[in-house]
């Protein structure tokens, strides 16, 4: 997935999905906590693969990524083209109005704009950049 979107969580916490990305997540899709501060968003396939990655674990292993099952949502997509957005991921997020809906390779994020734009200028640097092309081996 690729793409950076502007969208706008409405009174009711519901979110647009871009199209281009819809696509690829399919009509129902998990959103879960990330690693950053913003959400992660798997089609359904990605999602089966990542919790049967989990399953492989010991048990003493998966208990770590209790949150990720805790906290996740199934979504689907409304006629629209929405989703709505469990208030627990809003919070964890810091999402409140602006989101920026970002394609991430296998999977999408949804950022609060403003932390977004911090995280954006911080890893658009030409330095930055180099480092990731030379760790790819480019």
């Given at each position: 997935?690729?793409?950076?979107?502007q969208?706008t969580l409405?009174?009711?916490?519901r979110?647009?999905?871009?199209?281009?990305l819809?696509?690829?997540?399919?009509?129902?899709?998990?959103v879960?906590?990330?690693?950053?501060?913003?959400?992660?968003?798997?089609?359904a396939?990605?999602?089966q693969?990542?919790?049967?990655?989990?399953?492989?674990?010991?048990?003493?292993?998966?208990r770590?990524?209790?949150?990720?099952?805790?906290?996740?949502?199934k979504c689907?997509?409304?006629?629209?083209?929405?989703?709505?957005?469990p208030?627990?991921l809003?919070?964890?997020?810091?999402?409140?109005?602006?989101?920026t809906?970002?394609?991430c390779n296998?999977?999408?994020?949804?950022?609060?704009?403003d932390?977004?734009?911090?995280?954006y200028?911080l890893?658009?640097?030409?330095?930055?950049?180099?480092?990731?092309?030379?760790?790819?081996?480019?």
């Amino acid at each position: 997935m690729t793409g950076e979107y502007q969208h706008t969580l409405d009174s009711k916490g519901r979110l647009s999905i871009p199209a281009r990305l819809r696509e690829e997540l399919g009509n129902v899709f998990y959103v879960t906590l990330s690693m950053d501060k913003c959400l992660s968003a798997y089609s359904a396939e990605s999602w089966q693969v990542f919790s049967d990655k989990v399953n492989e674990m010991p048990y003493v292993k998966q208990r770590k990524m209790r949150p990720l099952f805790a906290y996740a949502a199934k979504c689907e997509l409304d006629a629209q083209g929405r989703i709505l957005l469990p208030q627990n991921l809003r919070d964890y997020a810091g999402l409140t109005k602006n989101v920026t809906v970002i394609g991430c390779n296998n999977h999408a994020e949804f950022w609060d704009s403003d932390s977004w734009s911090e995280i954006y200028a911080l890893e658009t640097t030409p330095e930055n950049i180099a480092a990731v092309m030379e760790e790819l081996e480019f």
